[in-house]
């Protein structure tokens, strides 16, 4: 009985050829993998930047409308540049029927990235 123990253990030291090509296809499988997802957040990271410049031109243009009501937003400018890119703003209003005006400013980077804010304010502005 320990013969054929020892001959079984002489027989299976090793990996045959098939085990090792299975082995590496796995191990090439899982690593494309890991290289796909670190791609794709590298990819978006990427757009981080301008998403948060463009919630600052949002947010000013906000404070903008606060400061001066929502009246004199058309007088405002359509593009501001800021971080050294220029930013377009586009804006919708509209009265609620509490009385407030619904304002929705959208700003946008050139490469497209943008962000959008919705404030209620009353009808007139901090400035006499």
């Known amino acids: 009985m320990f ?3 020892i001959r079984g253990m002489k ?3 090793g ?3 098939l085990e090792l090509v299975v082995a590496i296809l796995v191990l090439s499988i899982g690593s494309i993998a890991a290289l796909r997802a670190t791609d794709q957040s590298r990819v978006s990271i990427g757009g981080l930047p301008s998403r948060v410049v463009s919630g ?3 947010r000013n243009r906000i404070q903008e409308a606060r400061l001066y009501g929502p009246a004199r937003l058309g007088v405002l400018p359509e593009e501001v540049r800021m ?3 220029v930013y377009r703003i586009t804006h919708d209003t509209e009265t609620t029927a509490g009385g407030l005006v619904r304002i929705v ?3 946008r980077g050139p490469d497209g990235v943008g962000a959008q804010f919705v404030t209620y304010l009353p ?3 901090l400035e006499p």
């Open 3 to 5: 013969r054929r123990l």
């Open 11 to 13: 027989r299976s030291r």
């Open 15 to 17: 990996l045959s050829l």
């Open 56 to 58: 600052l031109v949002a």
């Open 83 to 85: 971080a050294g890119q």
């Open 105 to 107: 400013v959208v700003a």
């Open 123 to 125: 009808d007139k502005g």
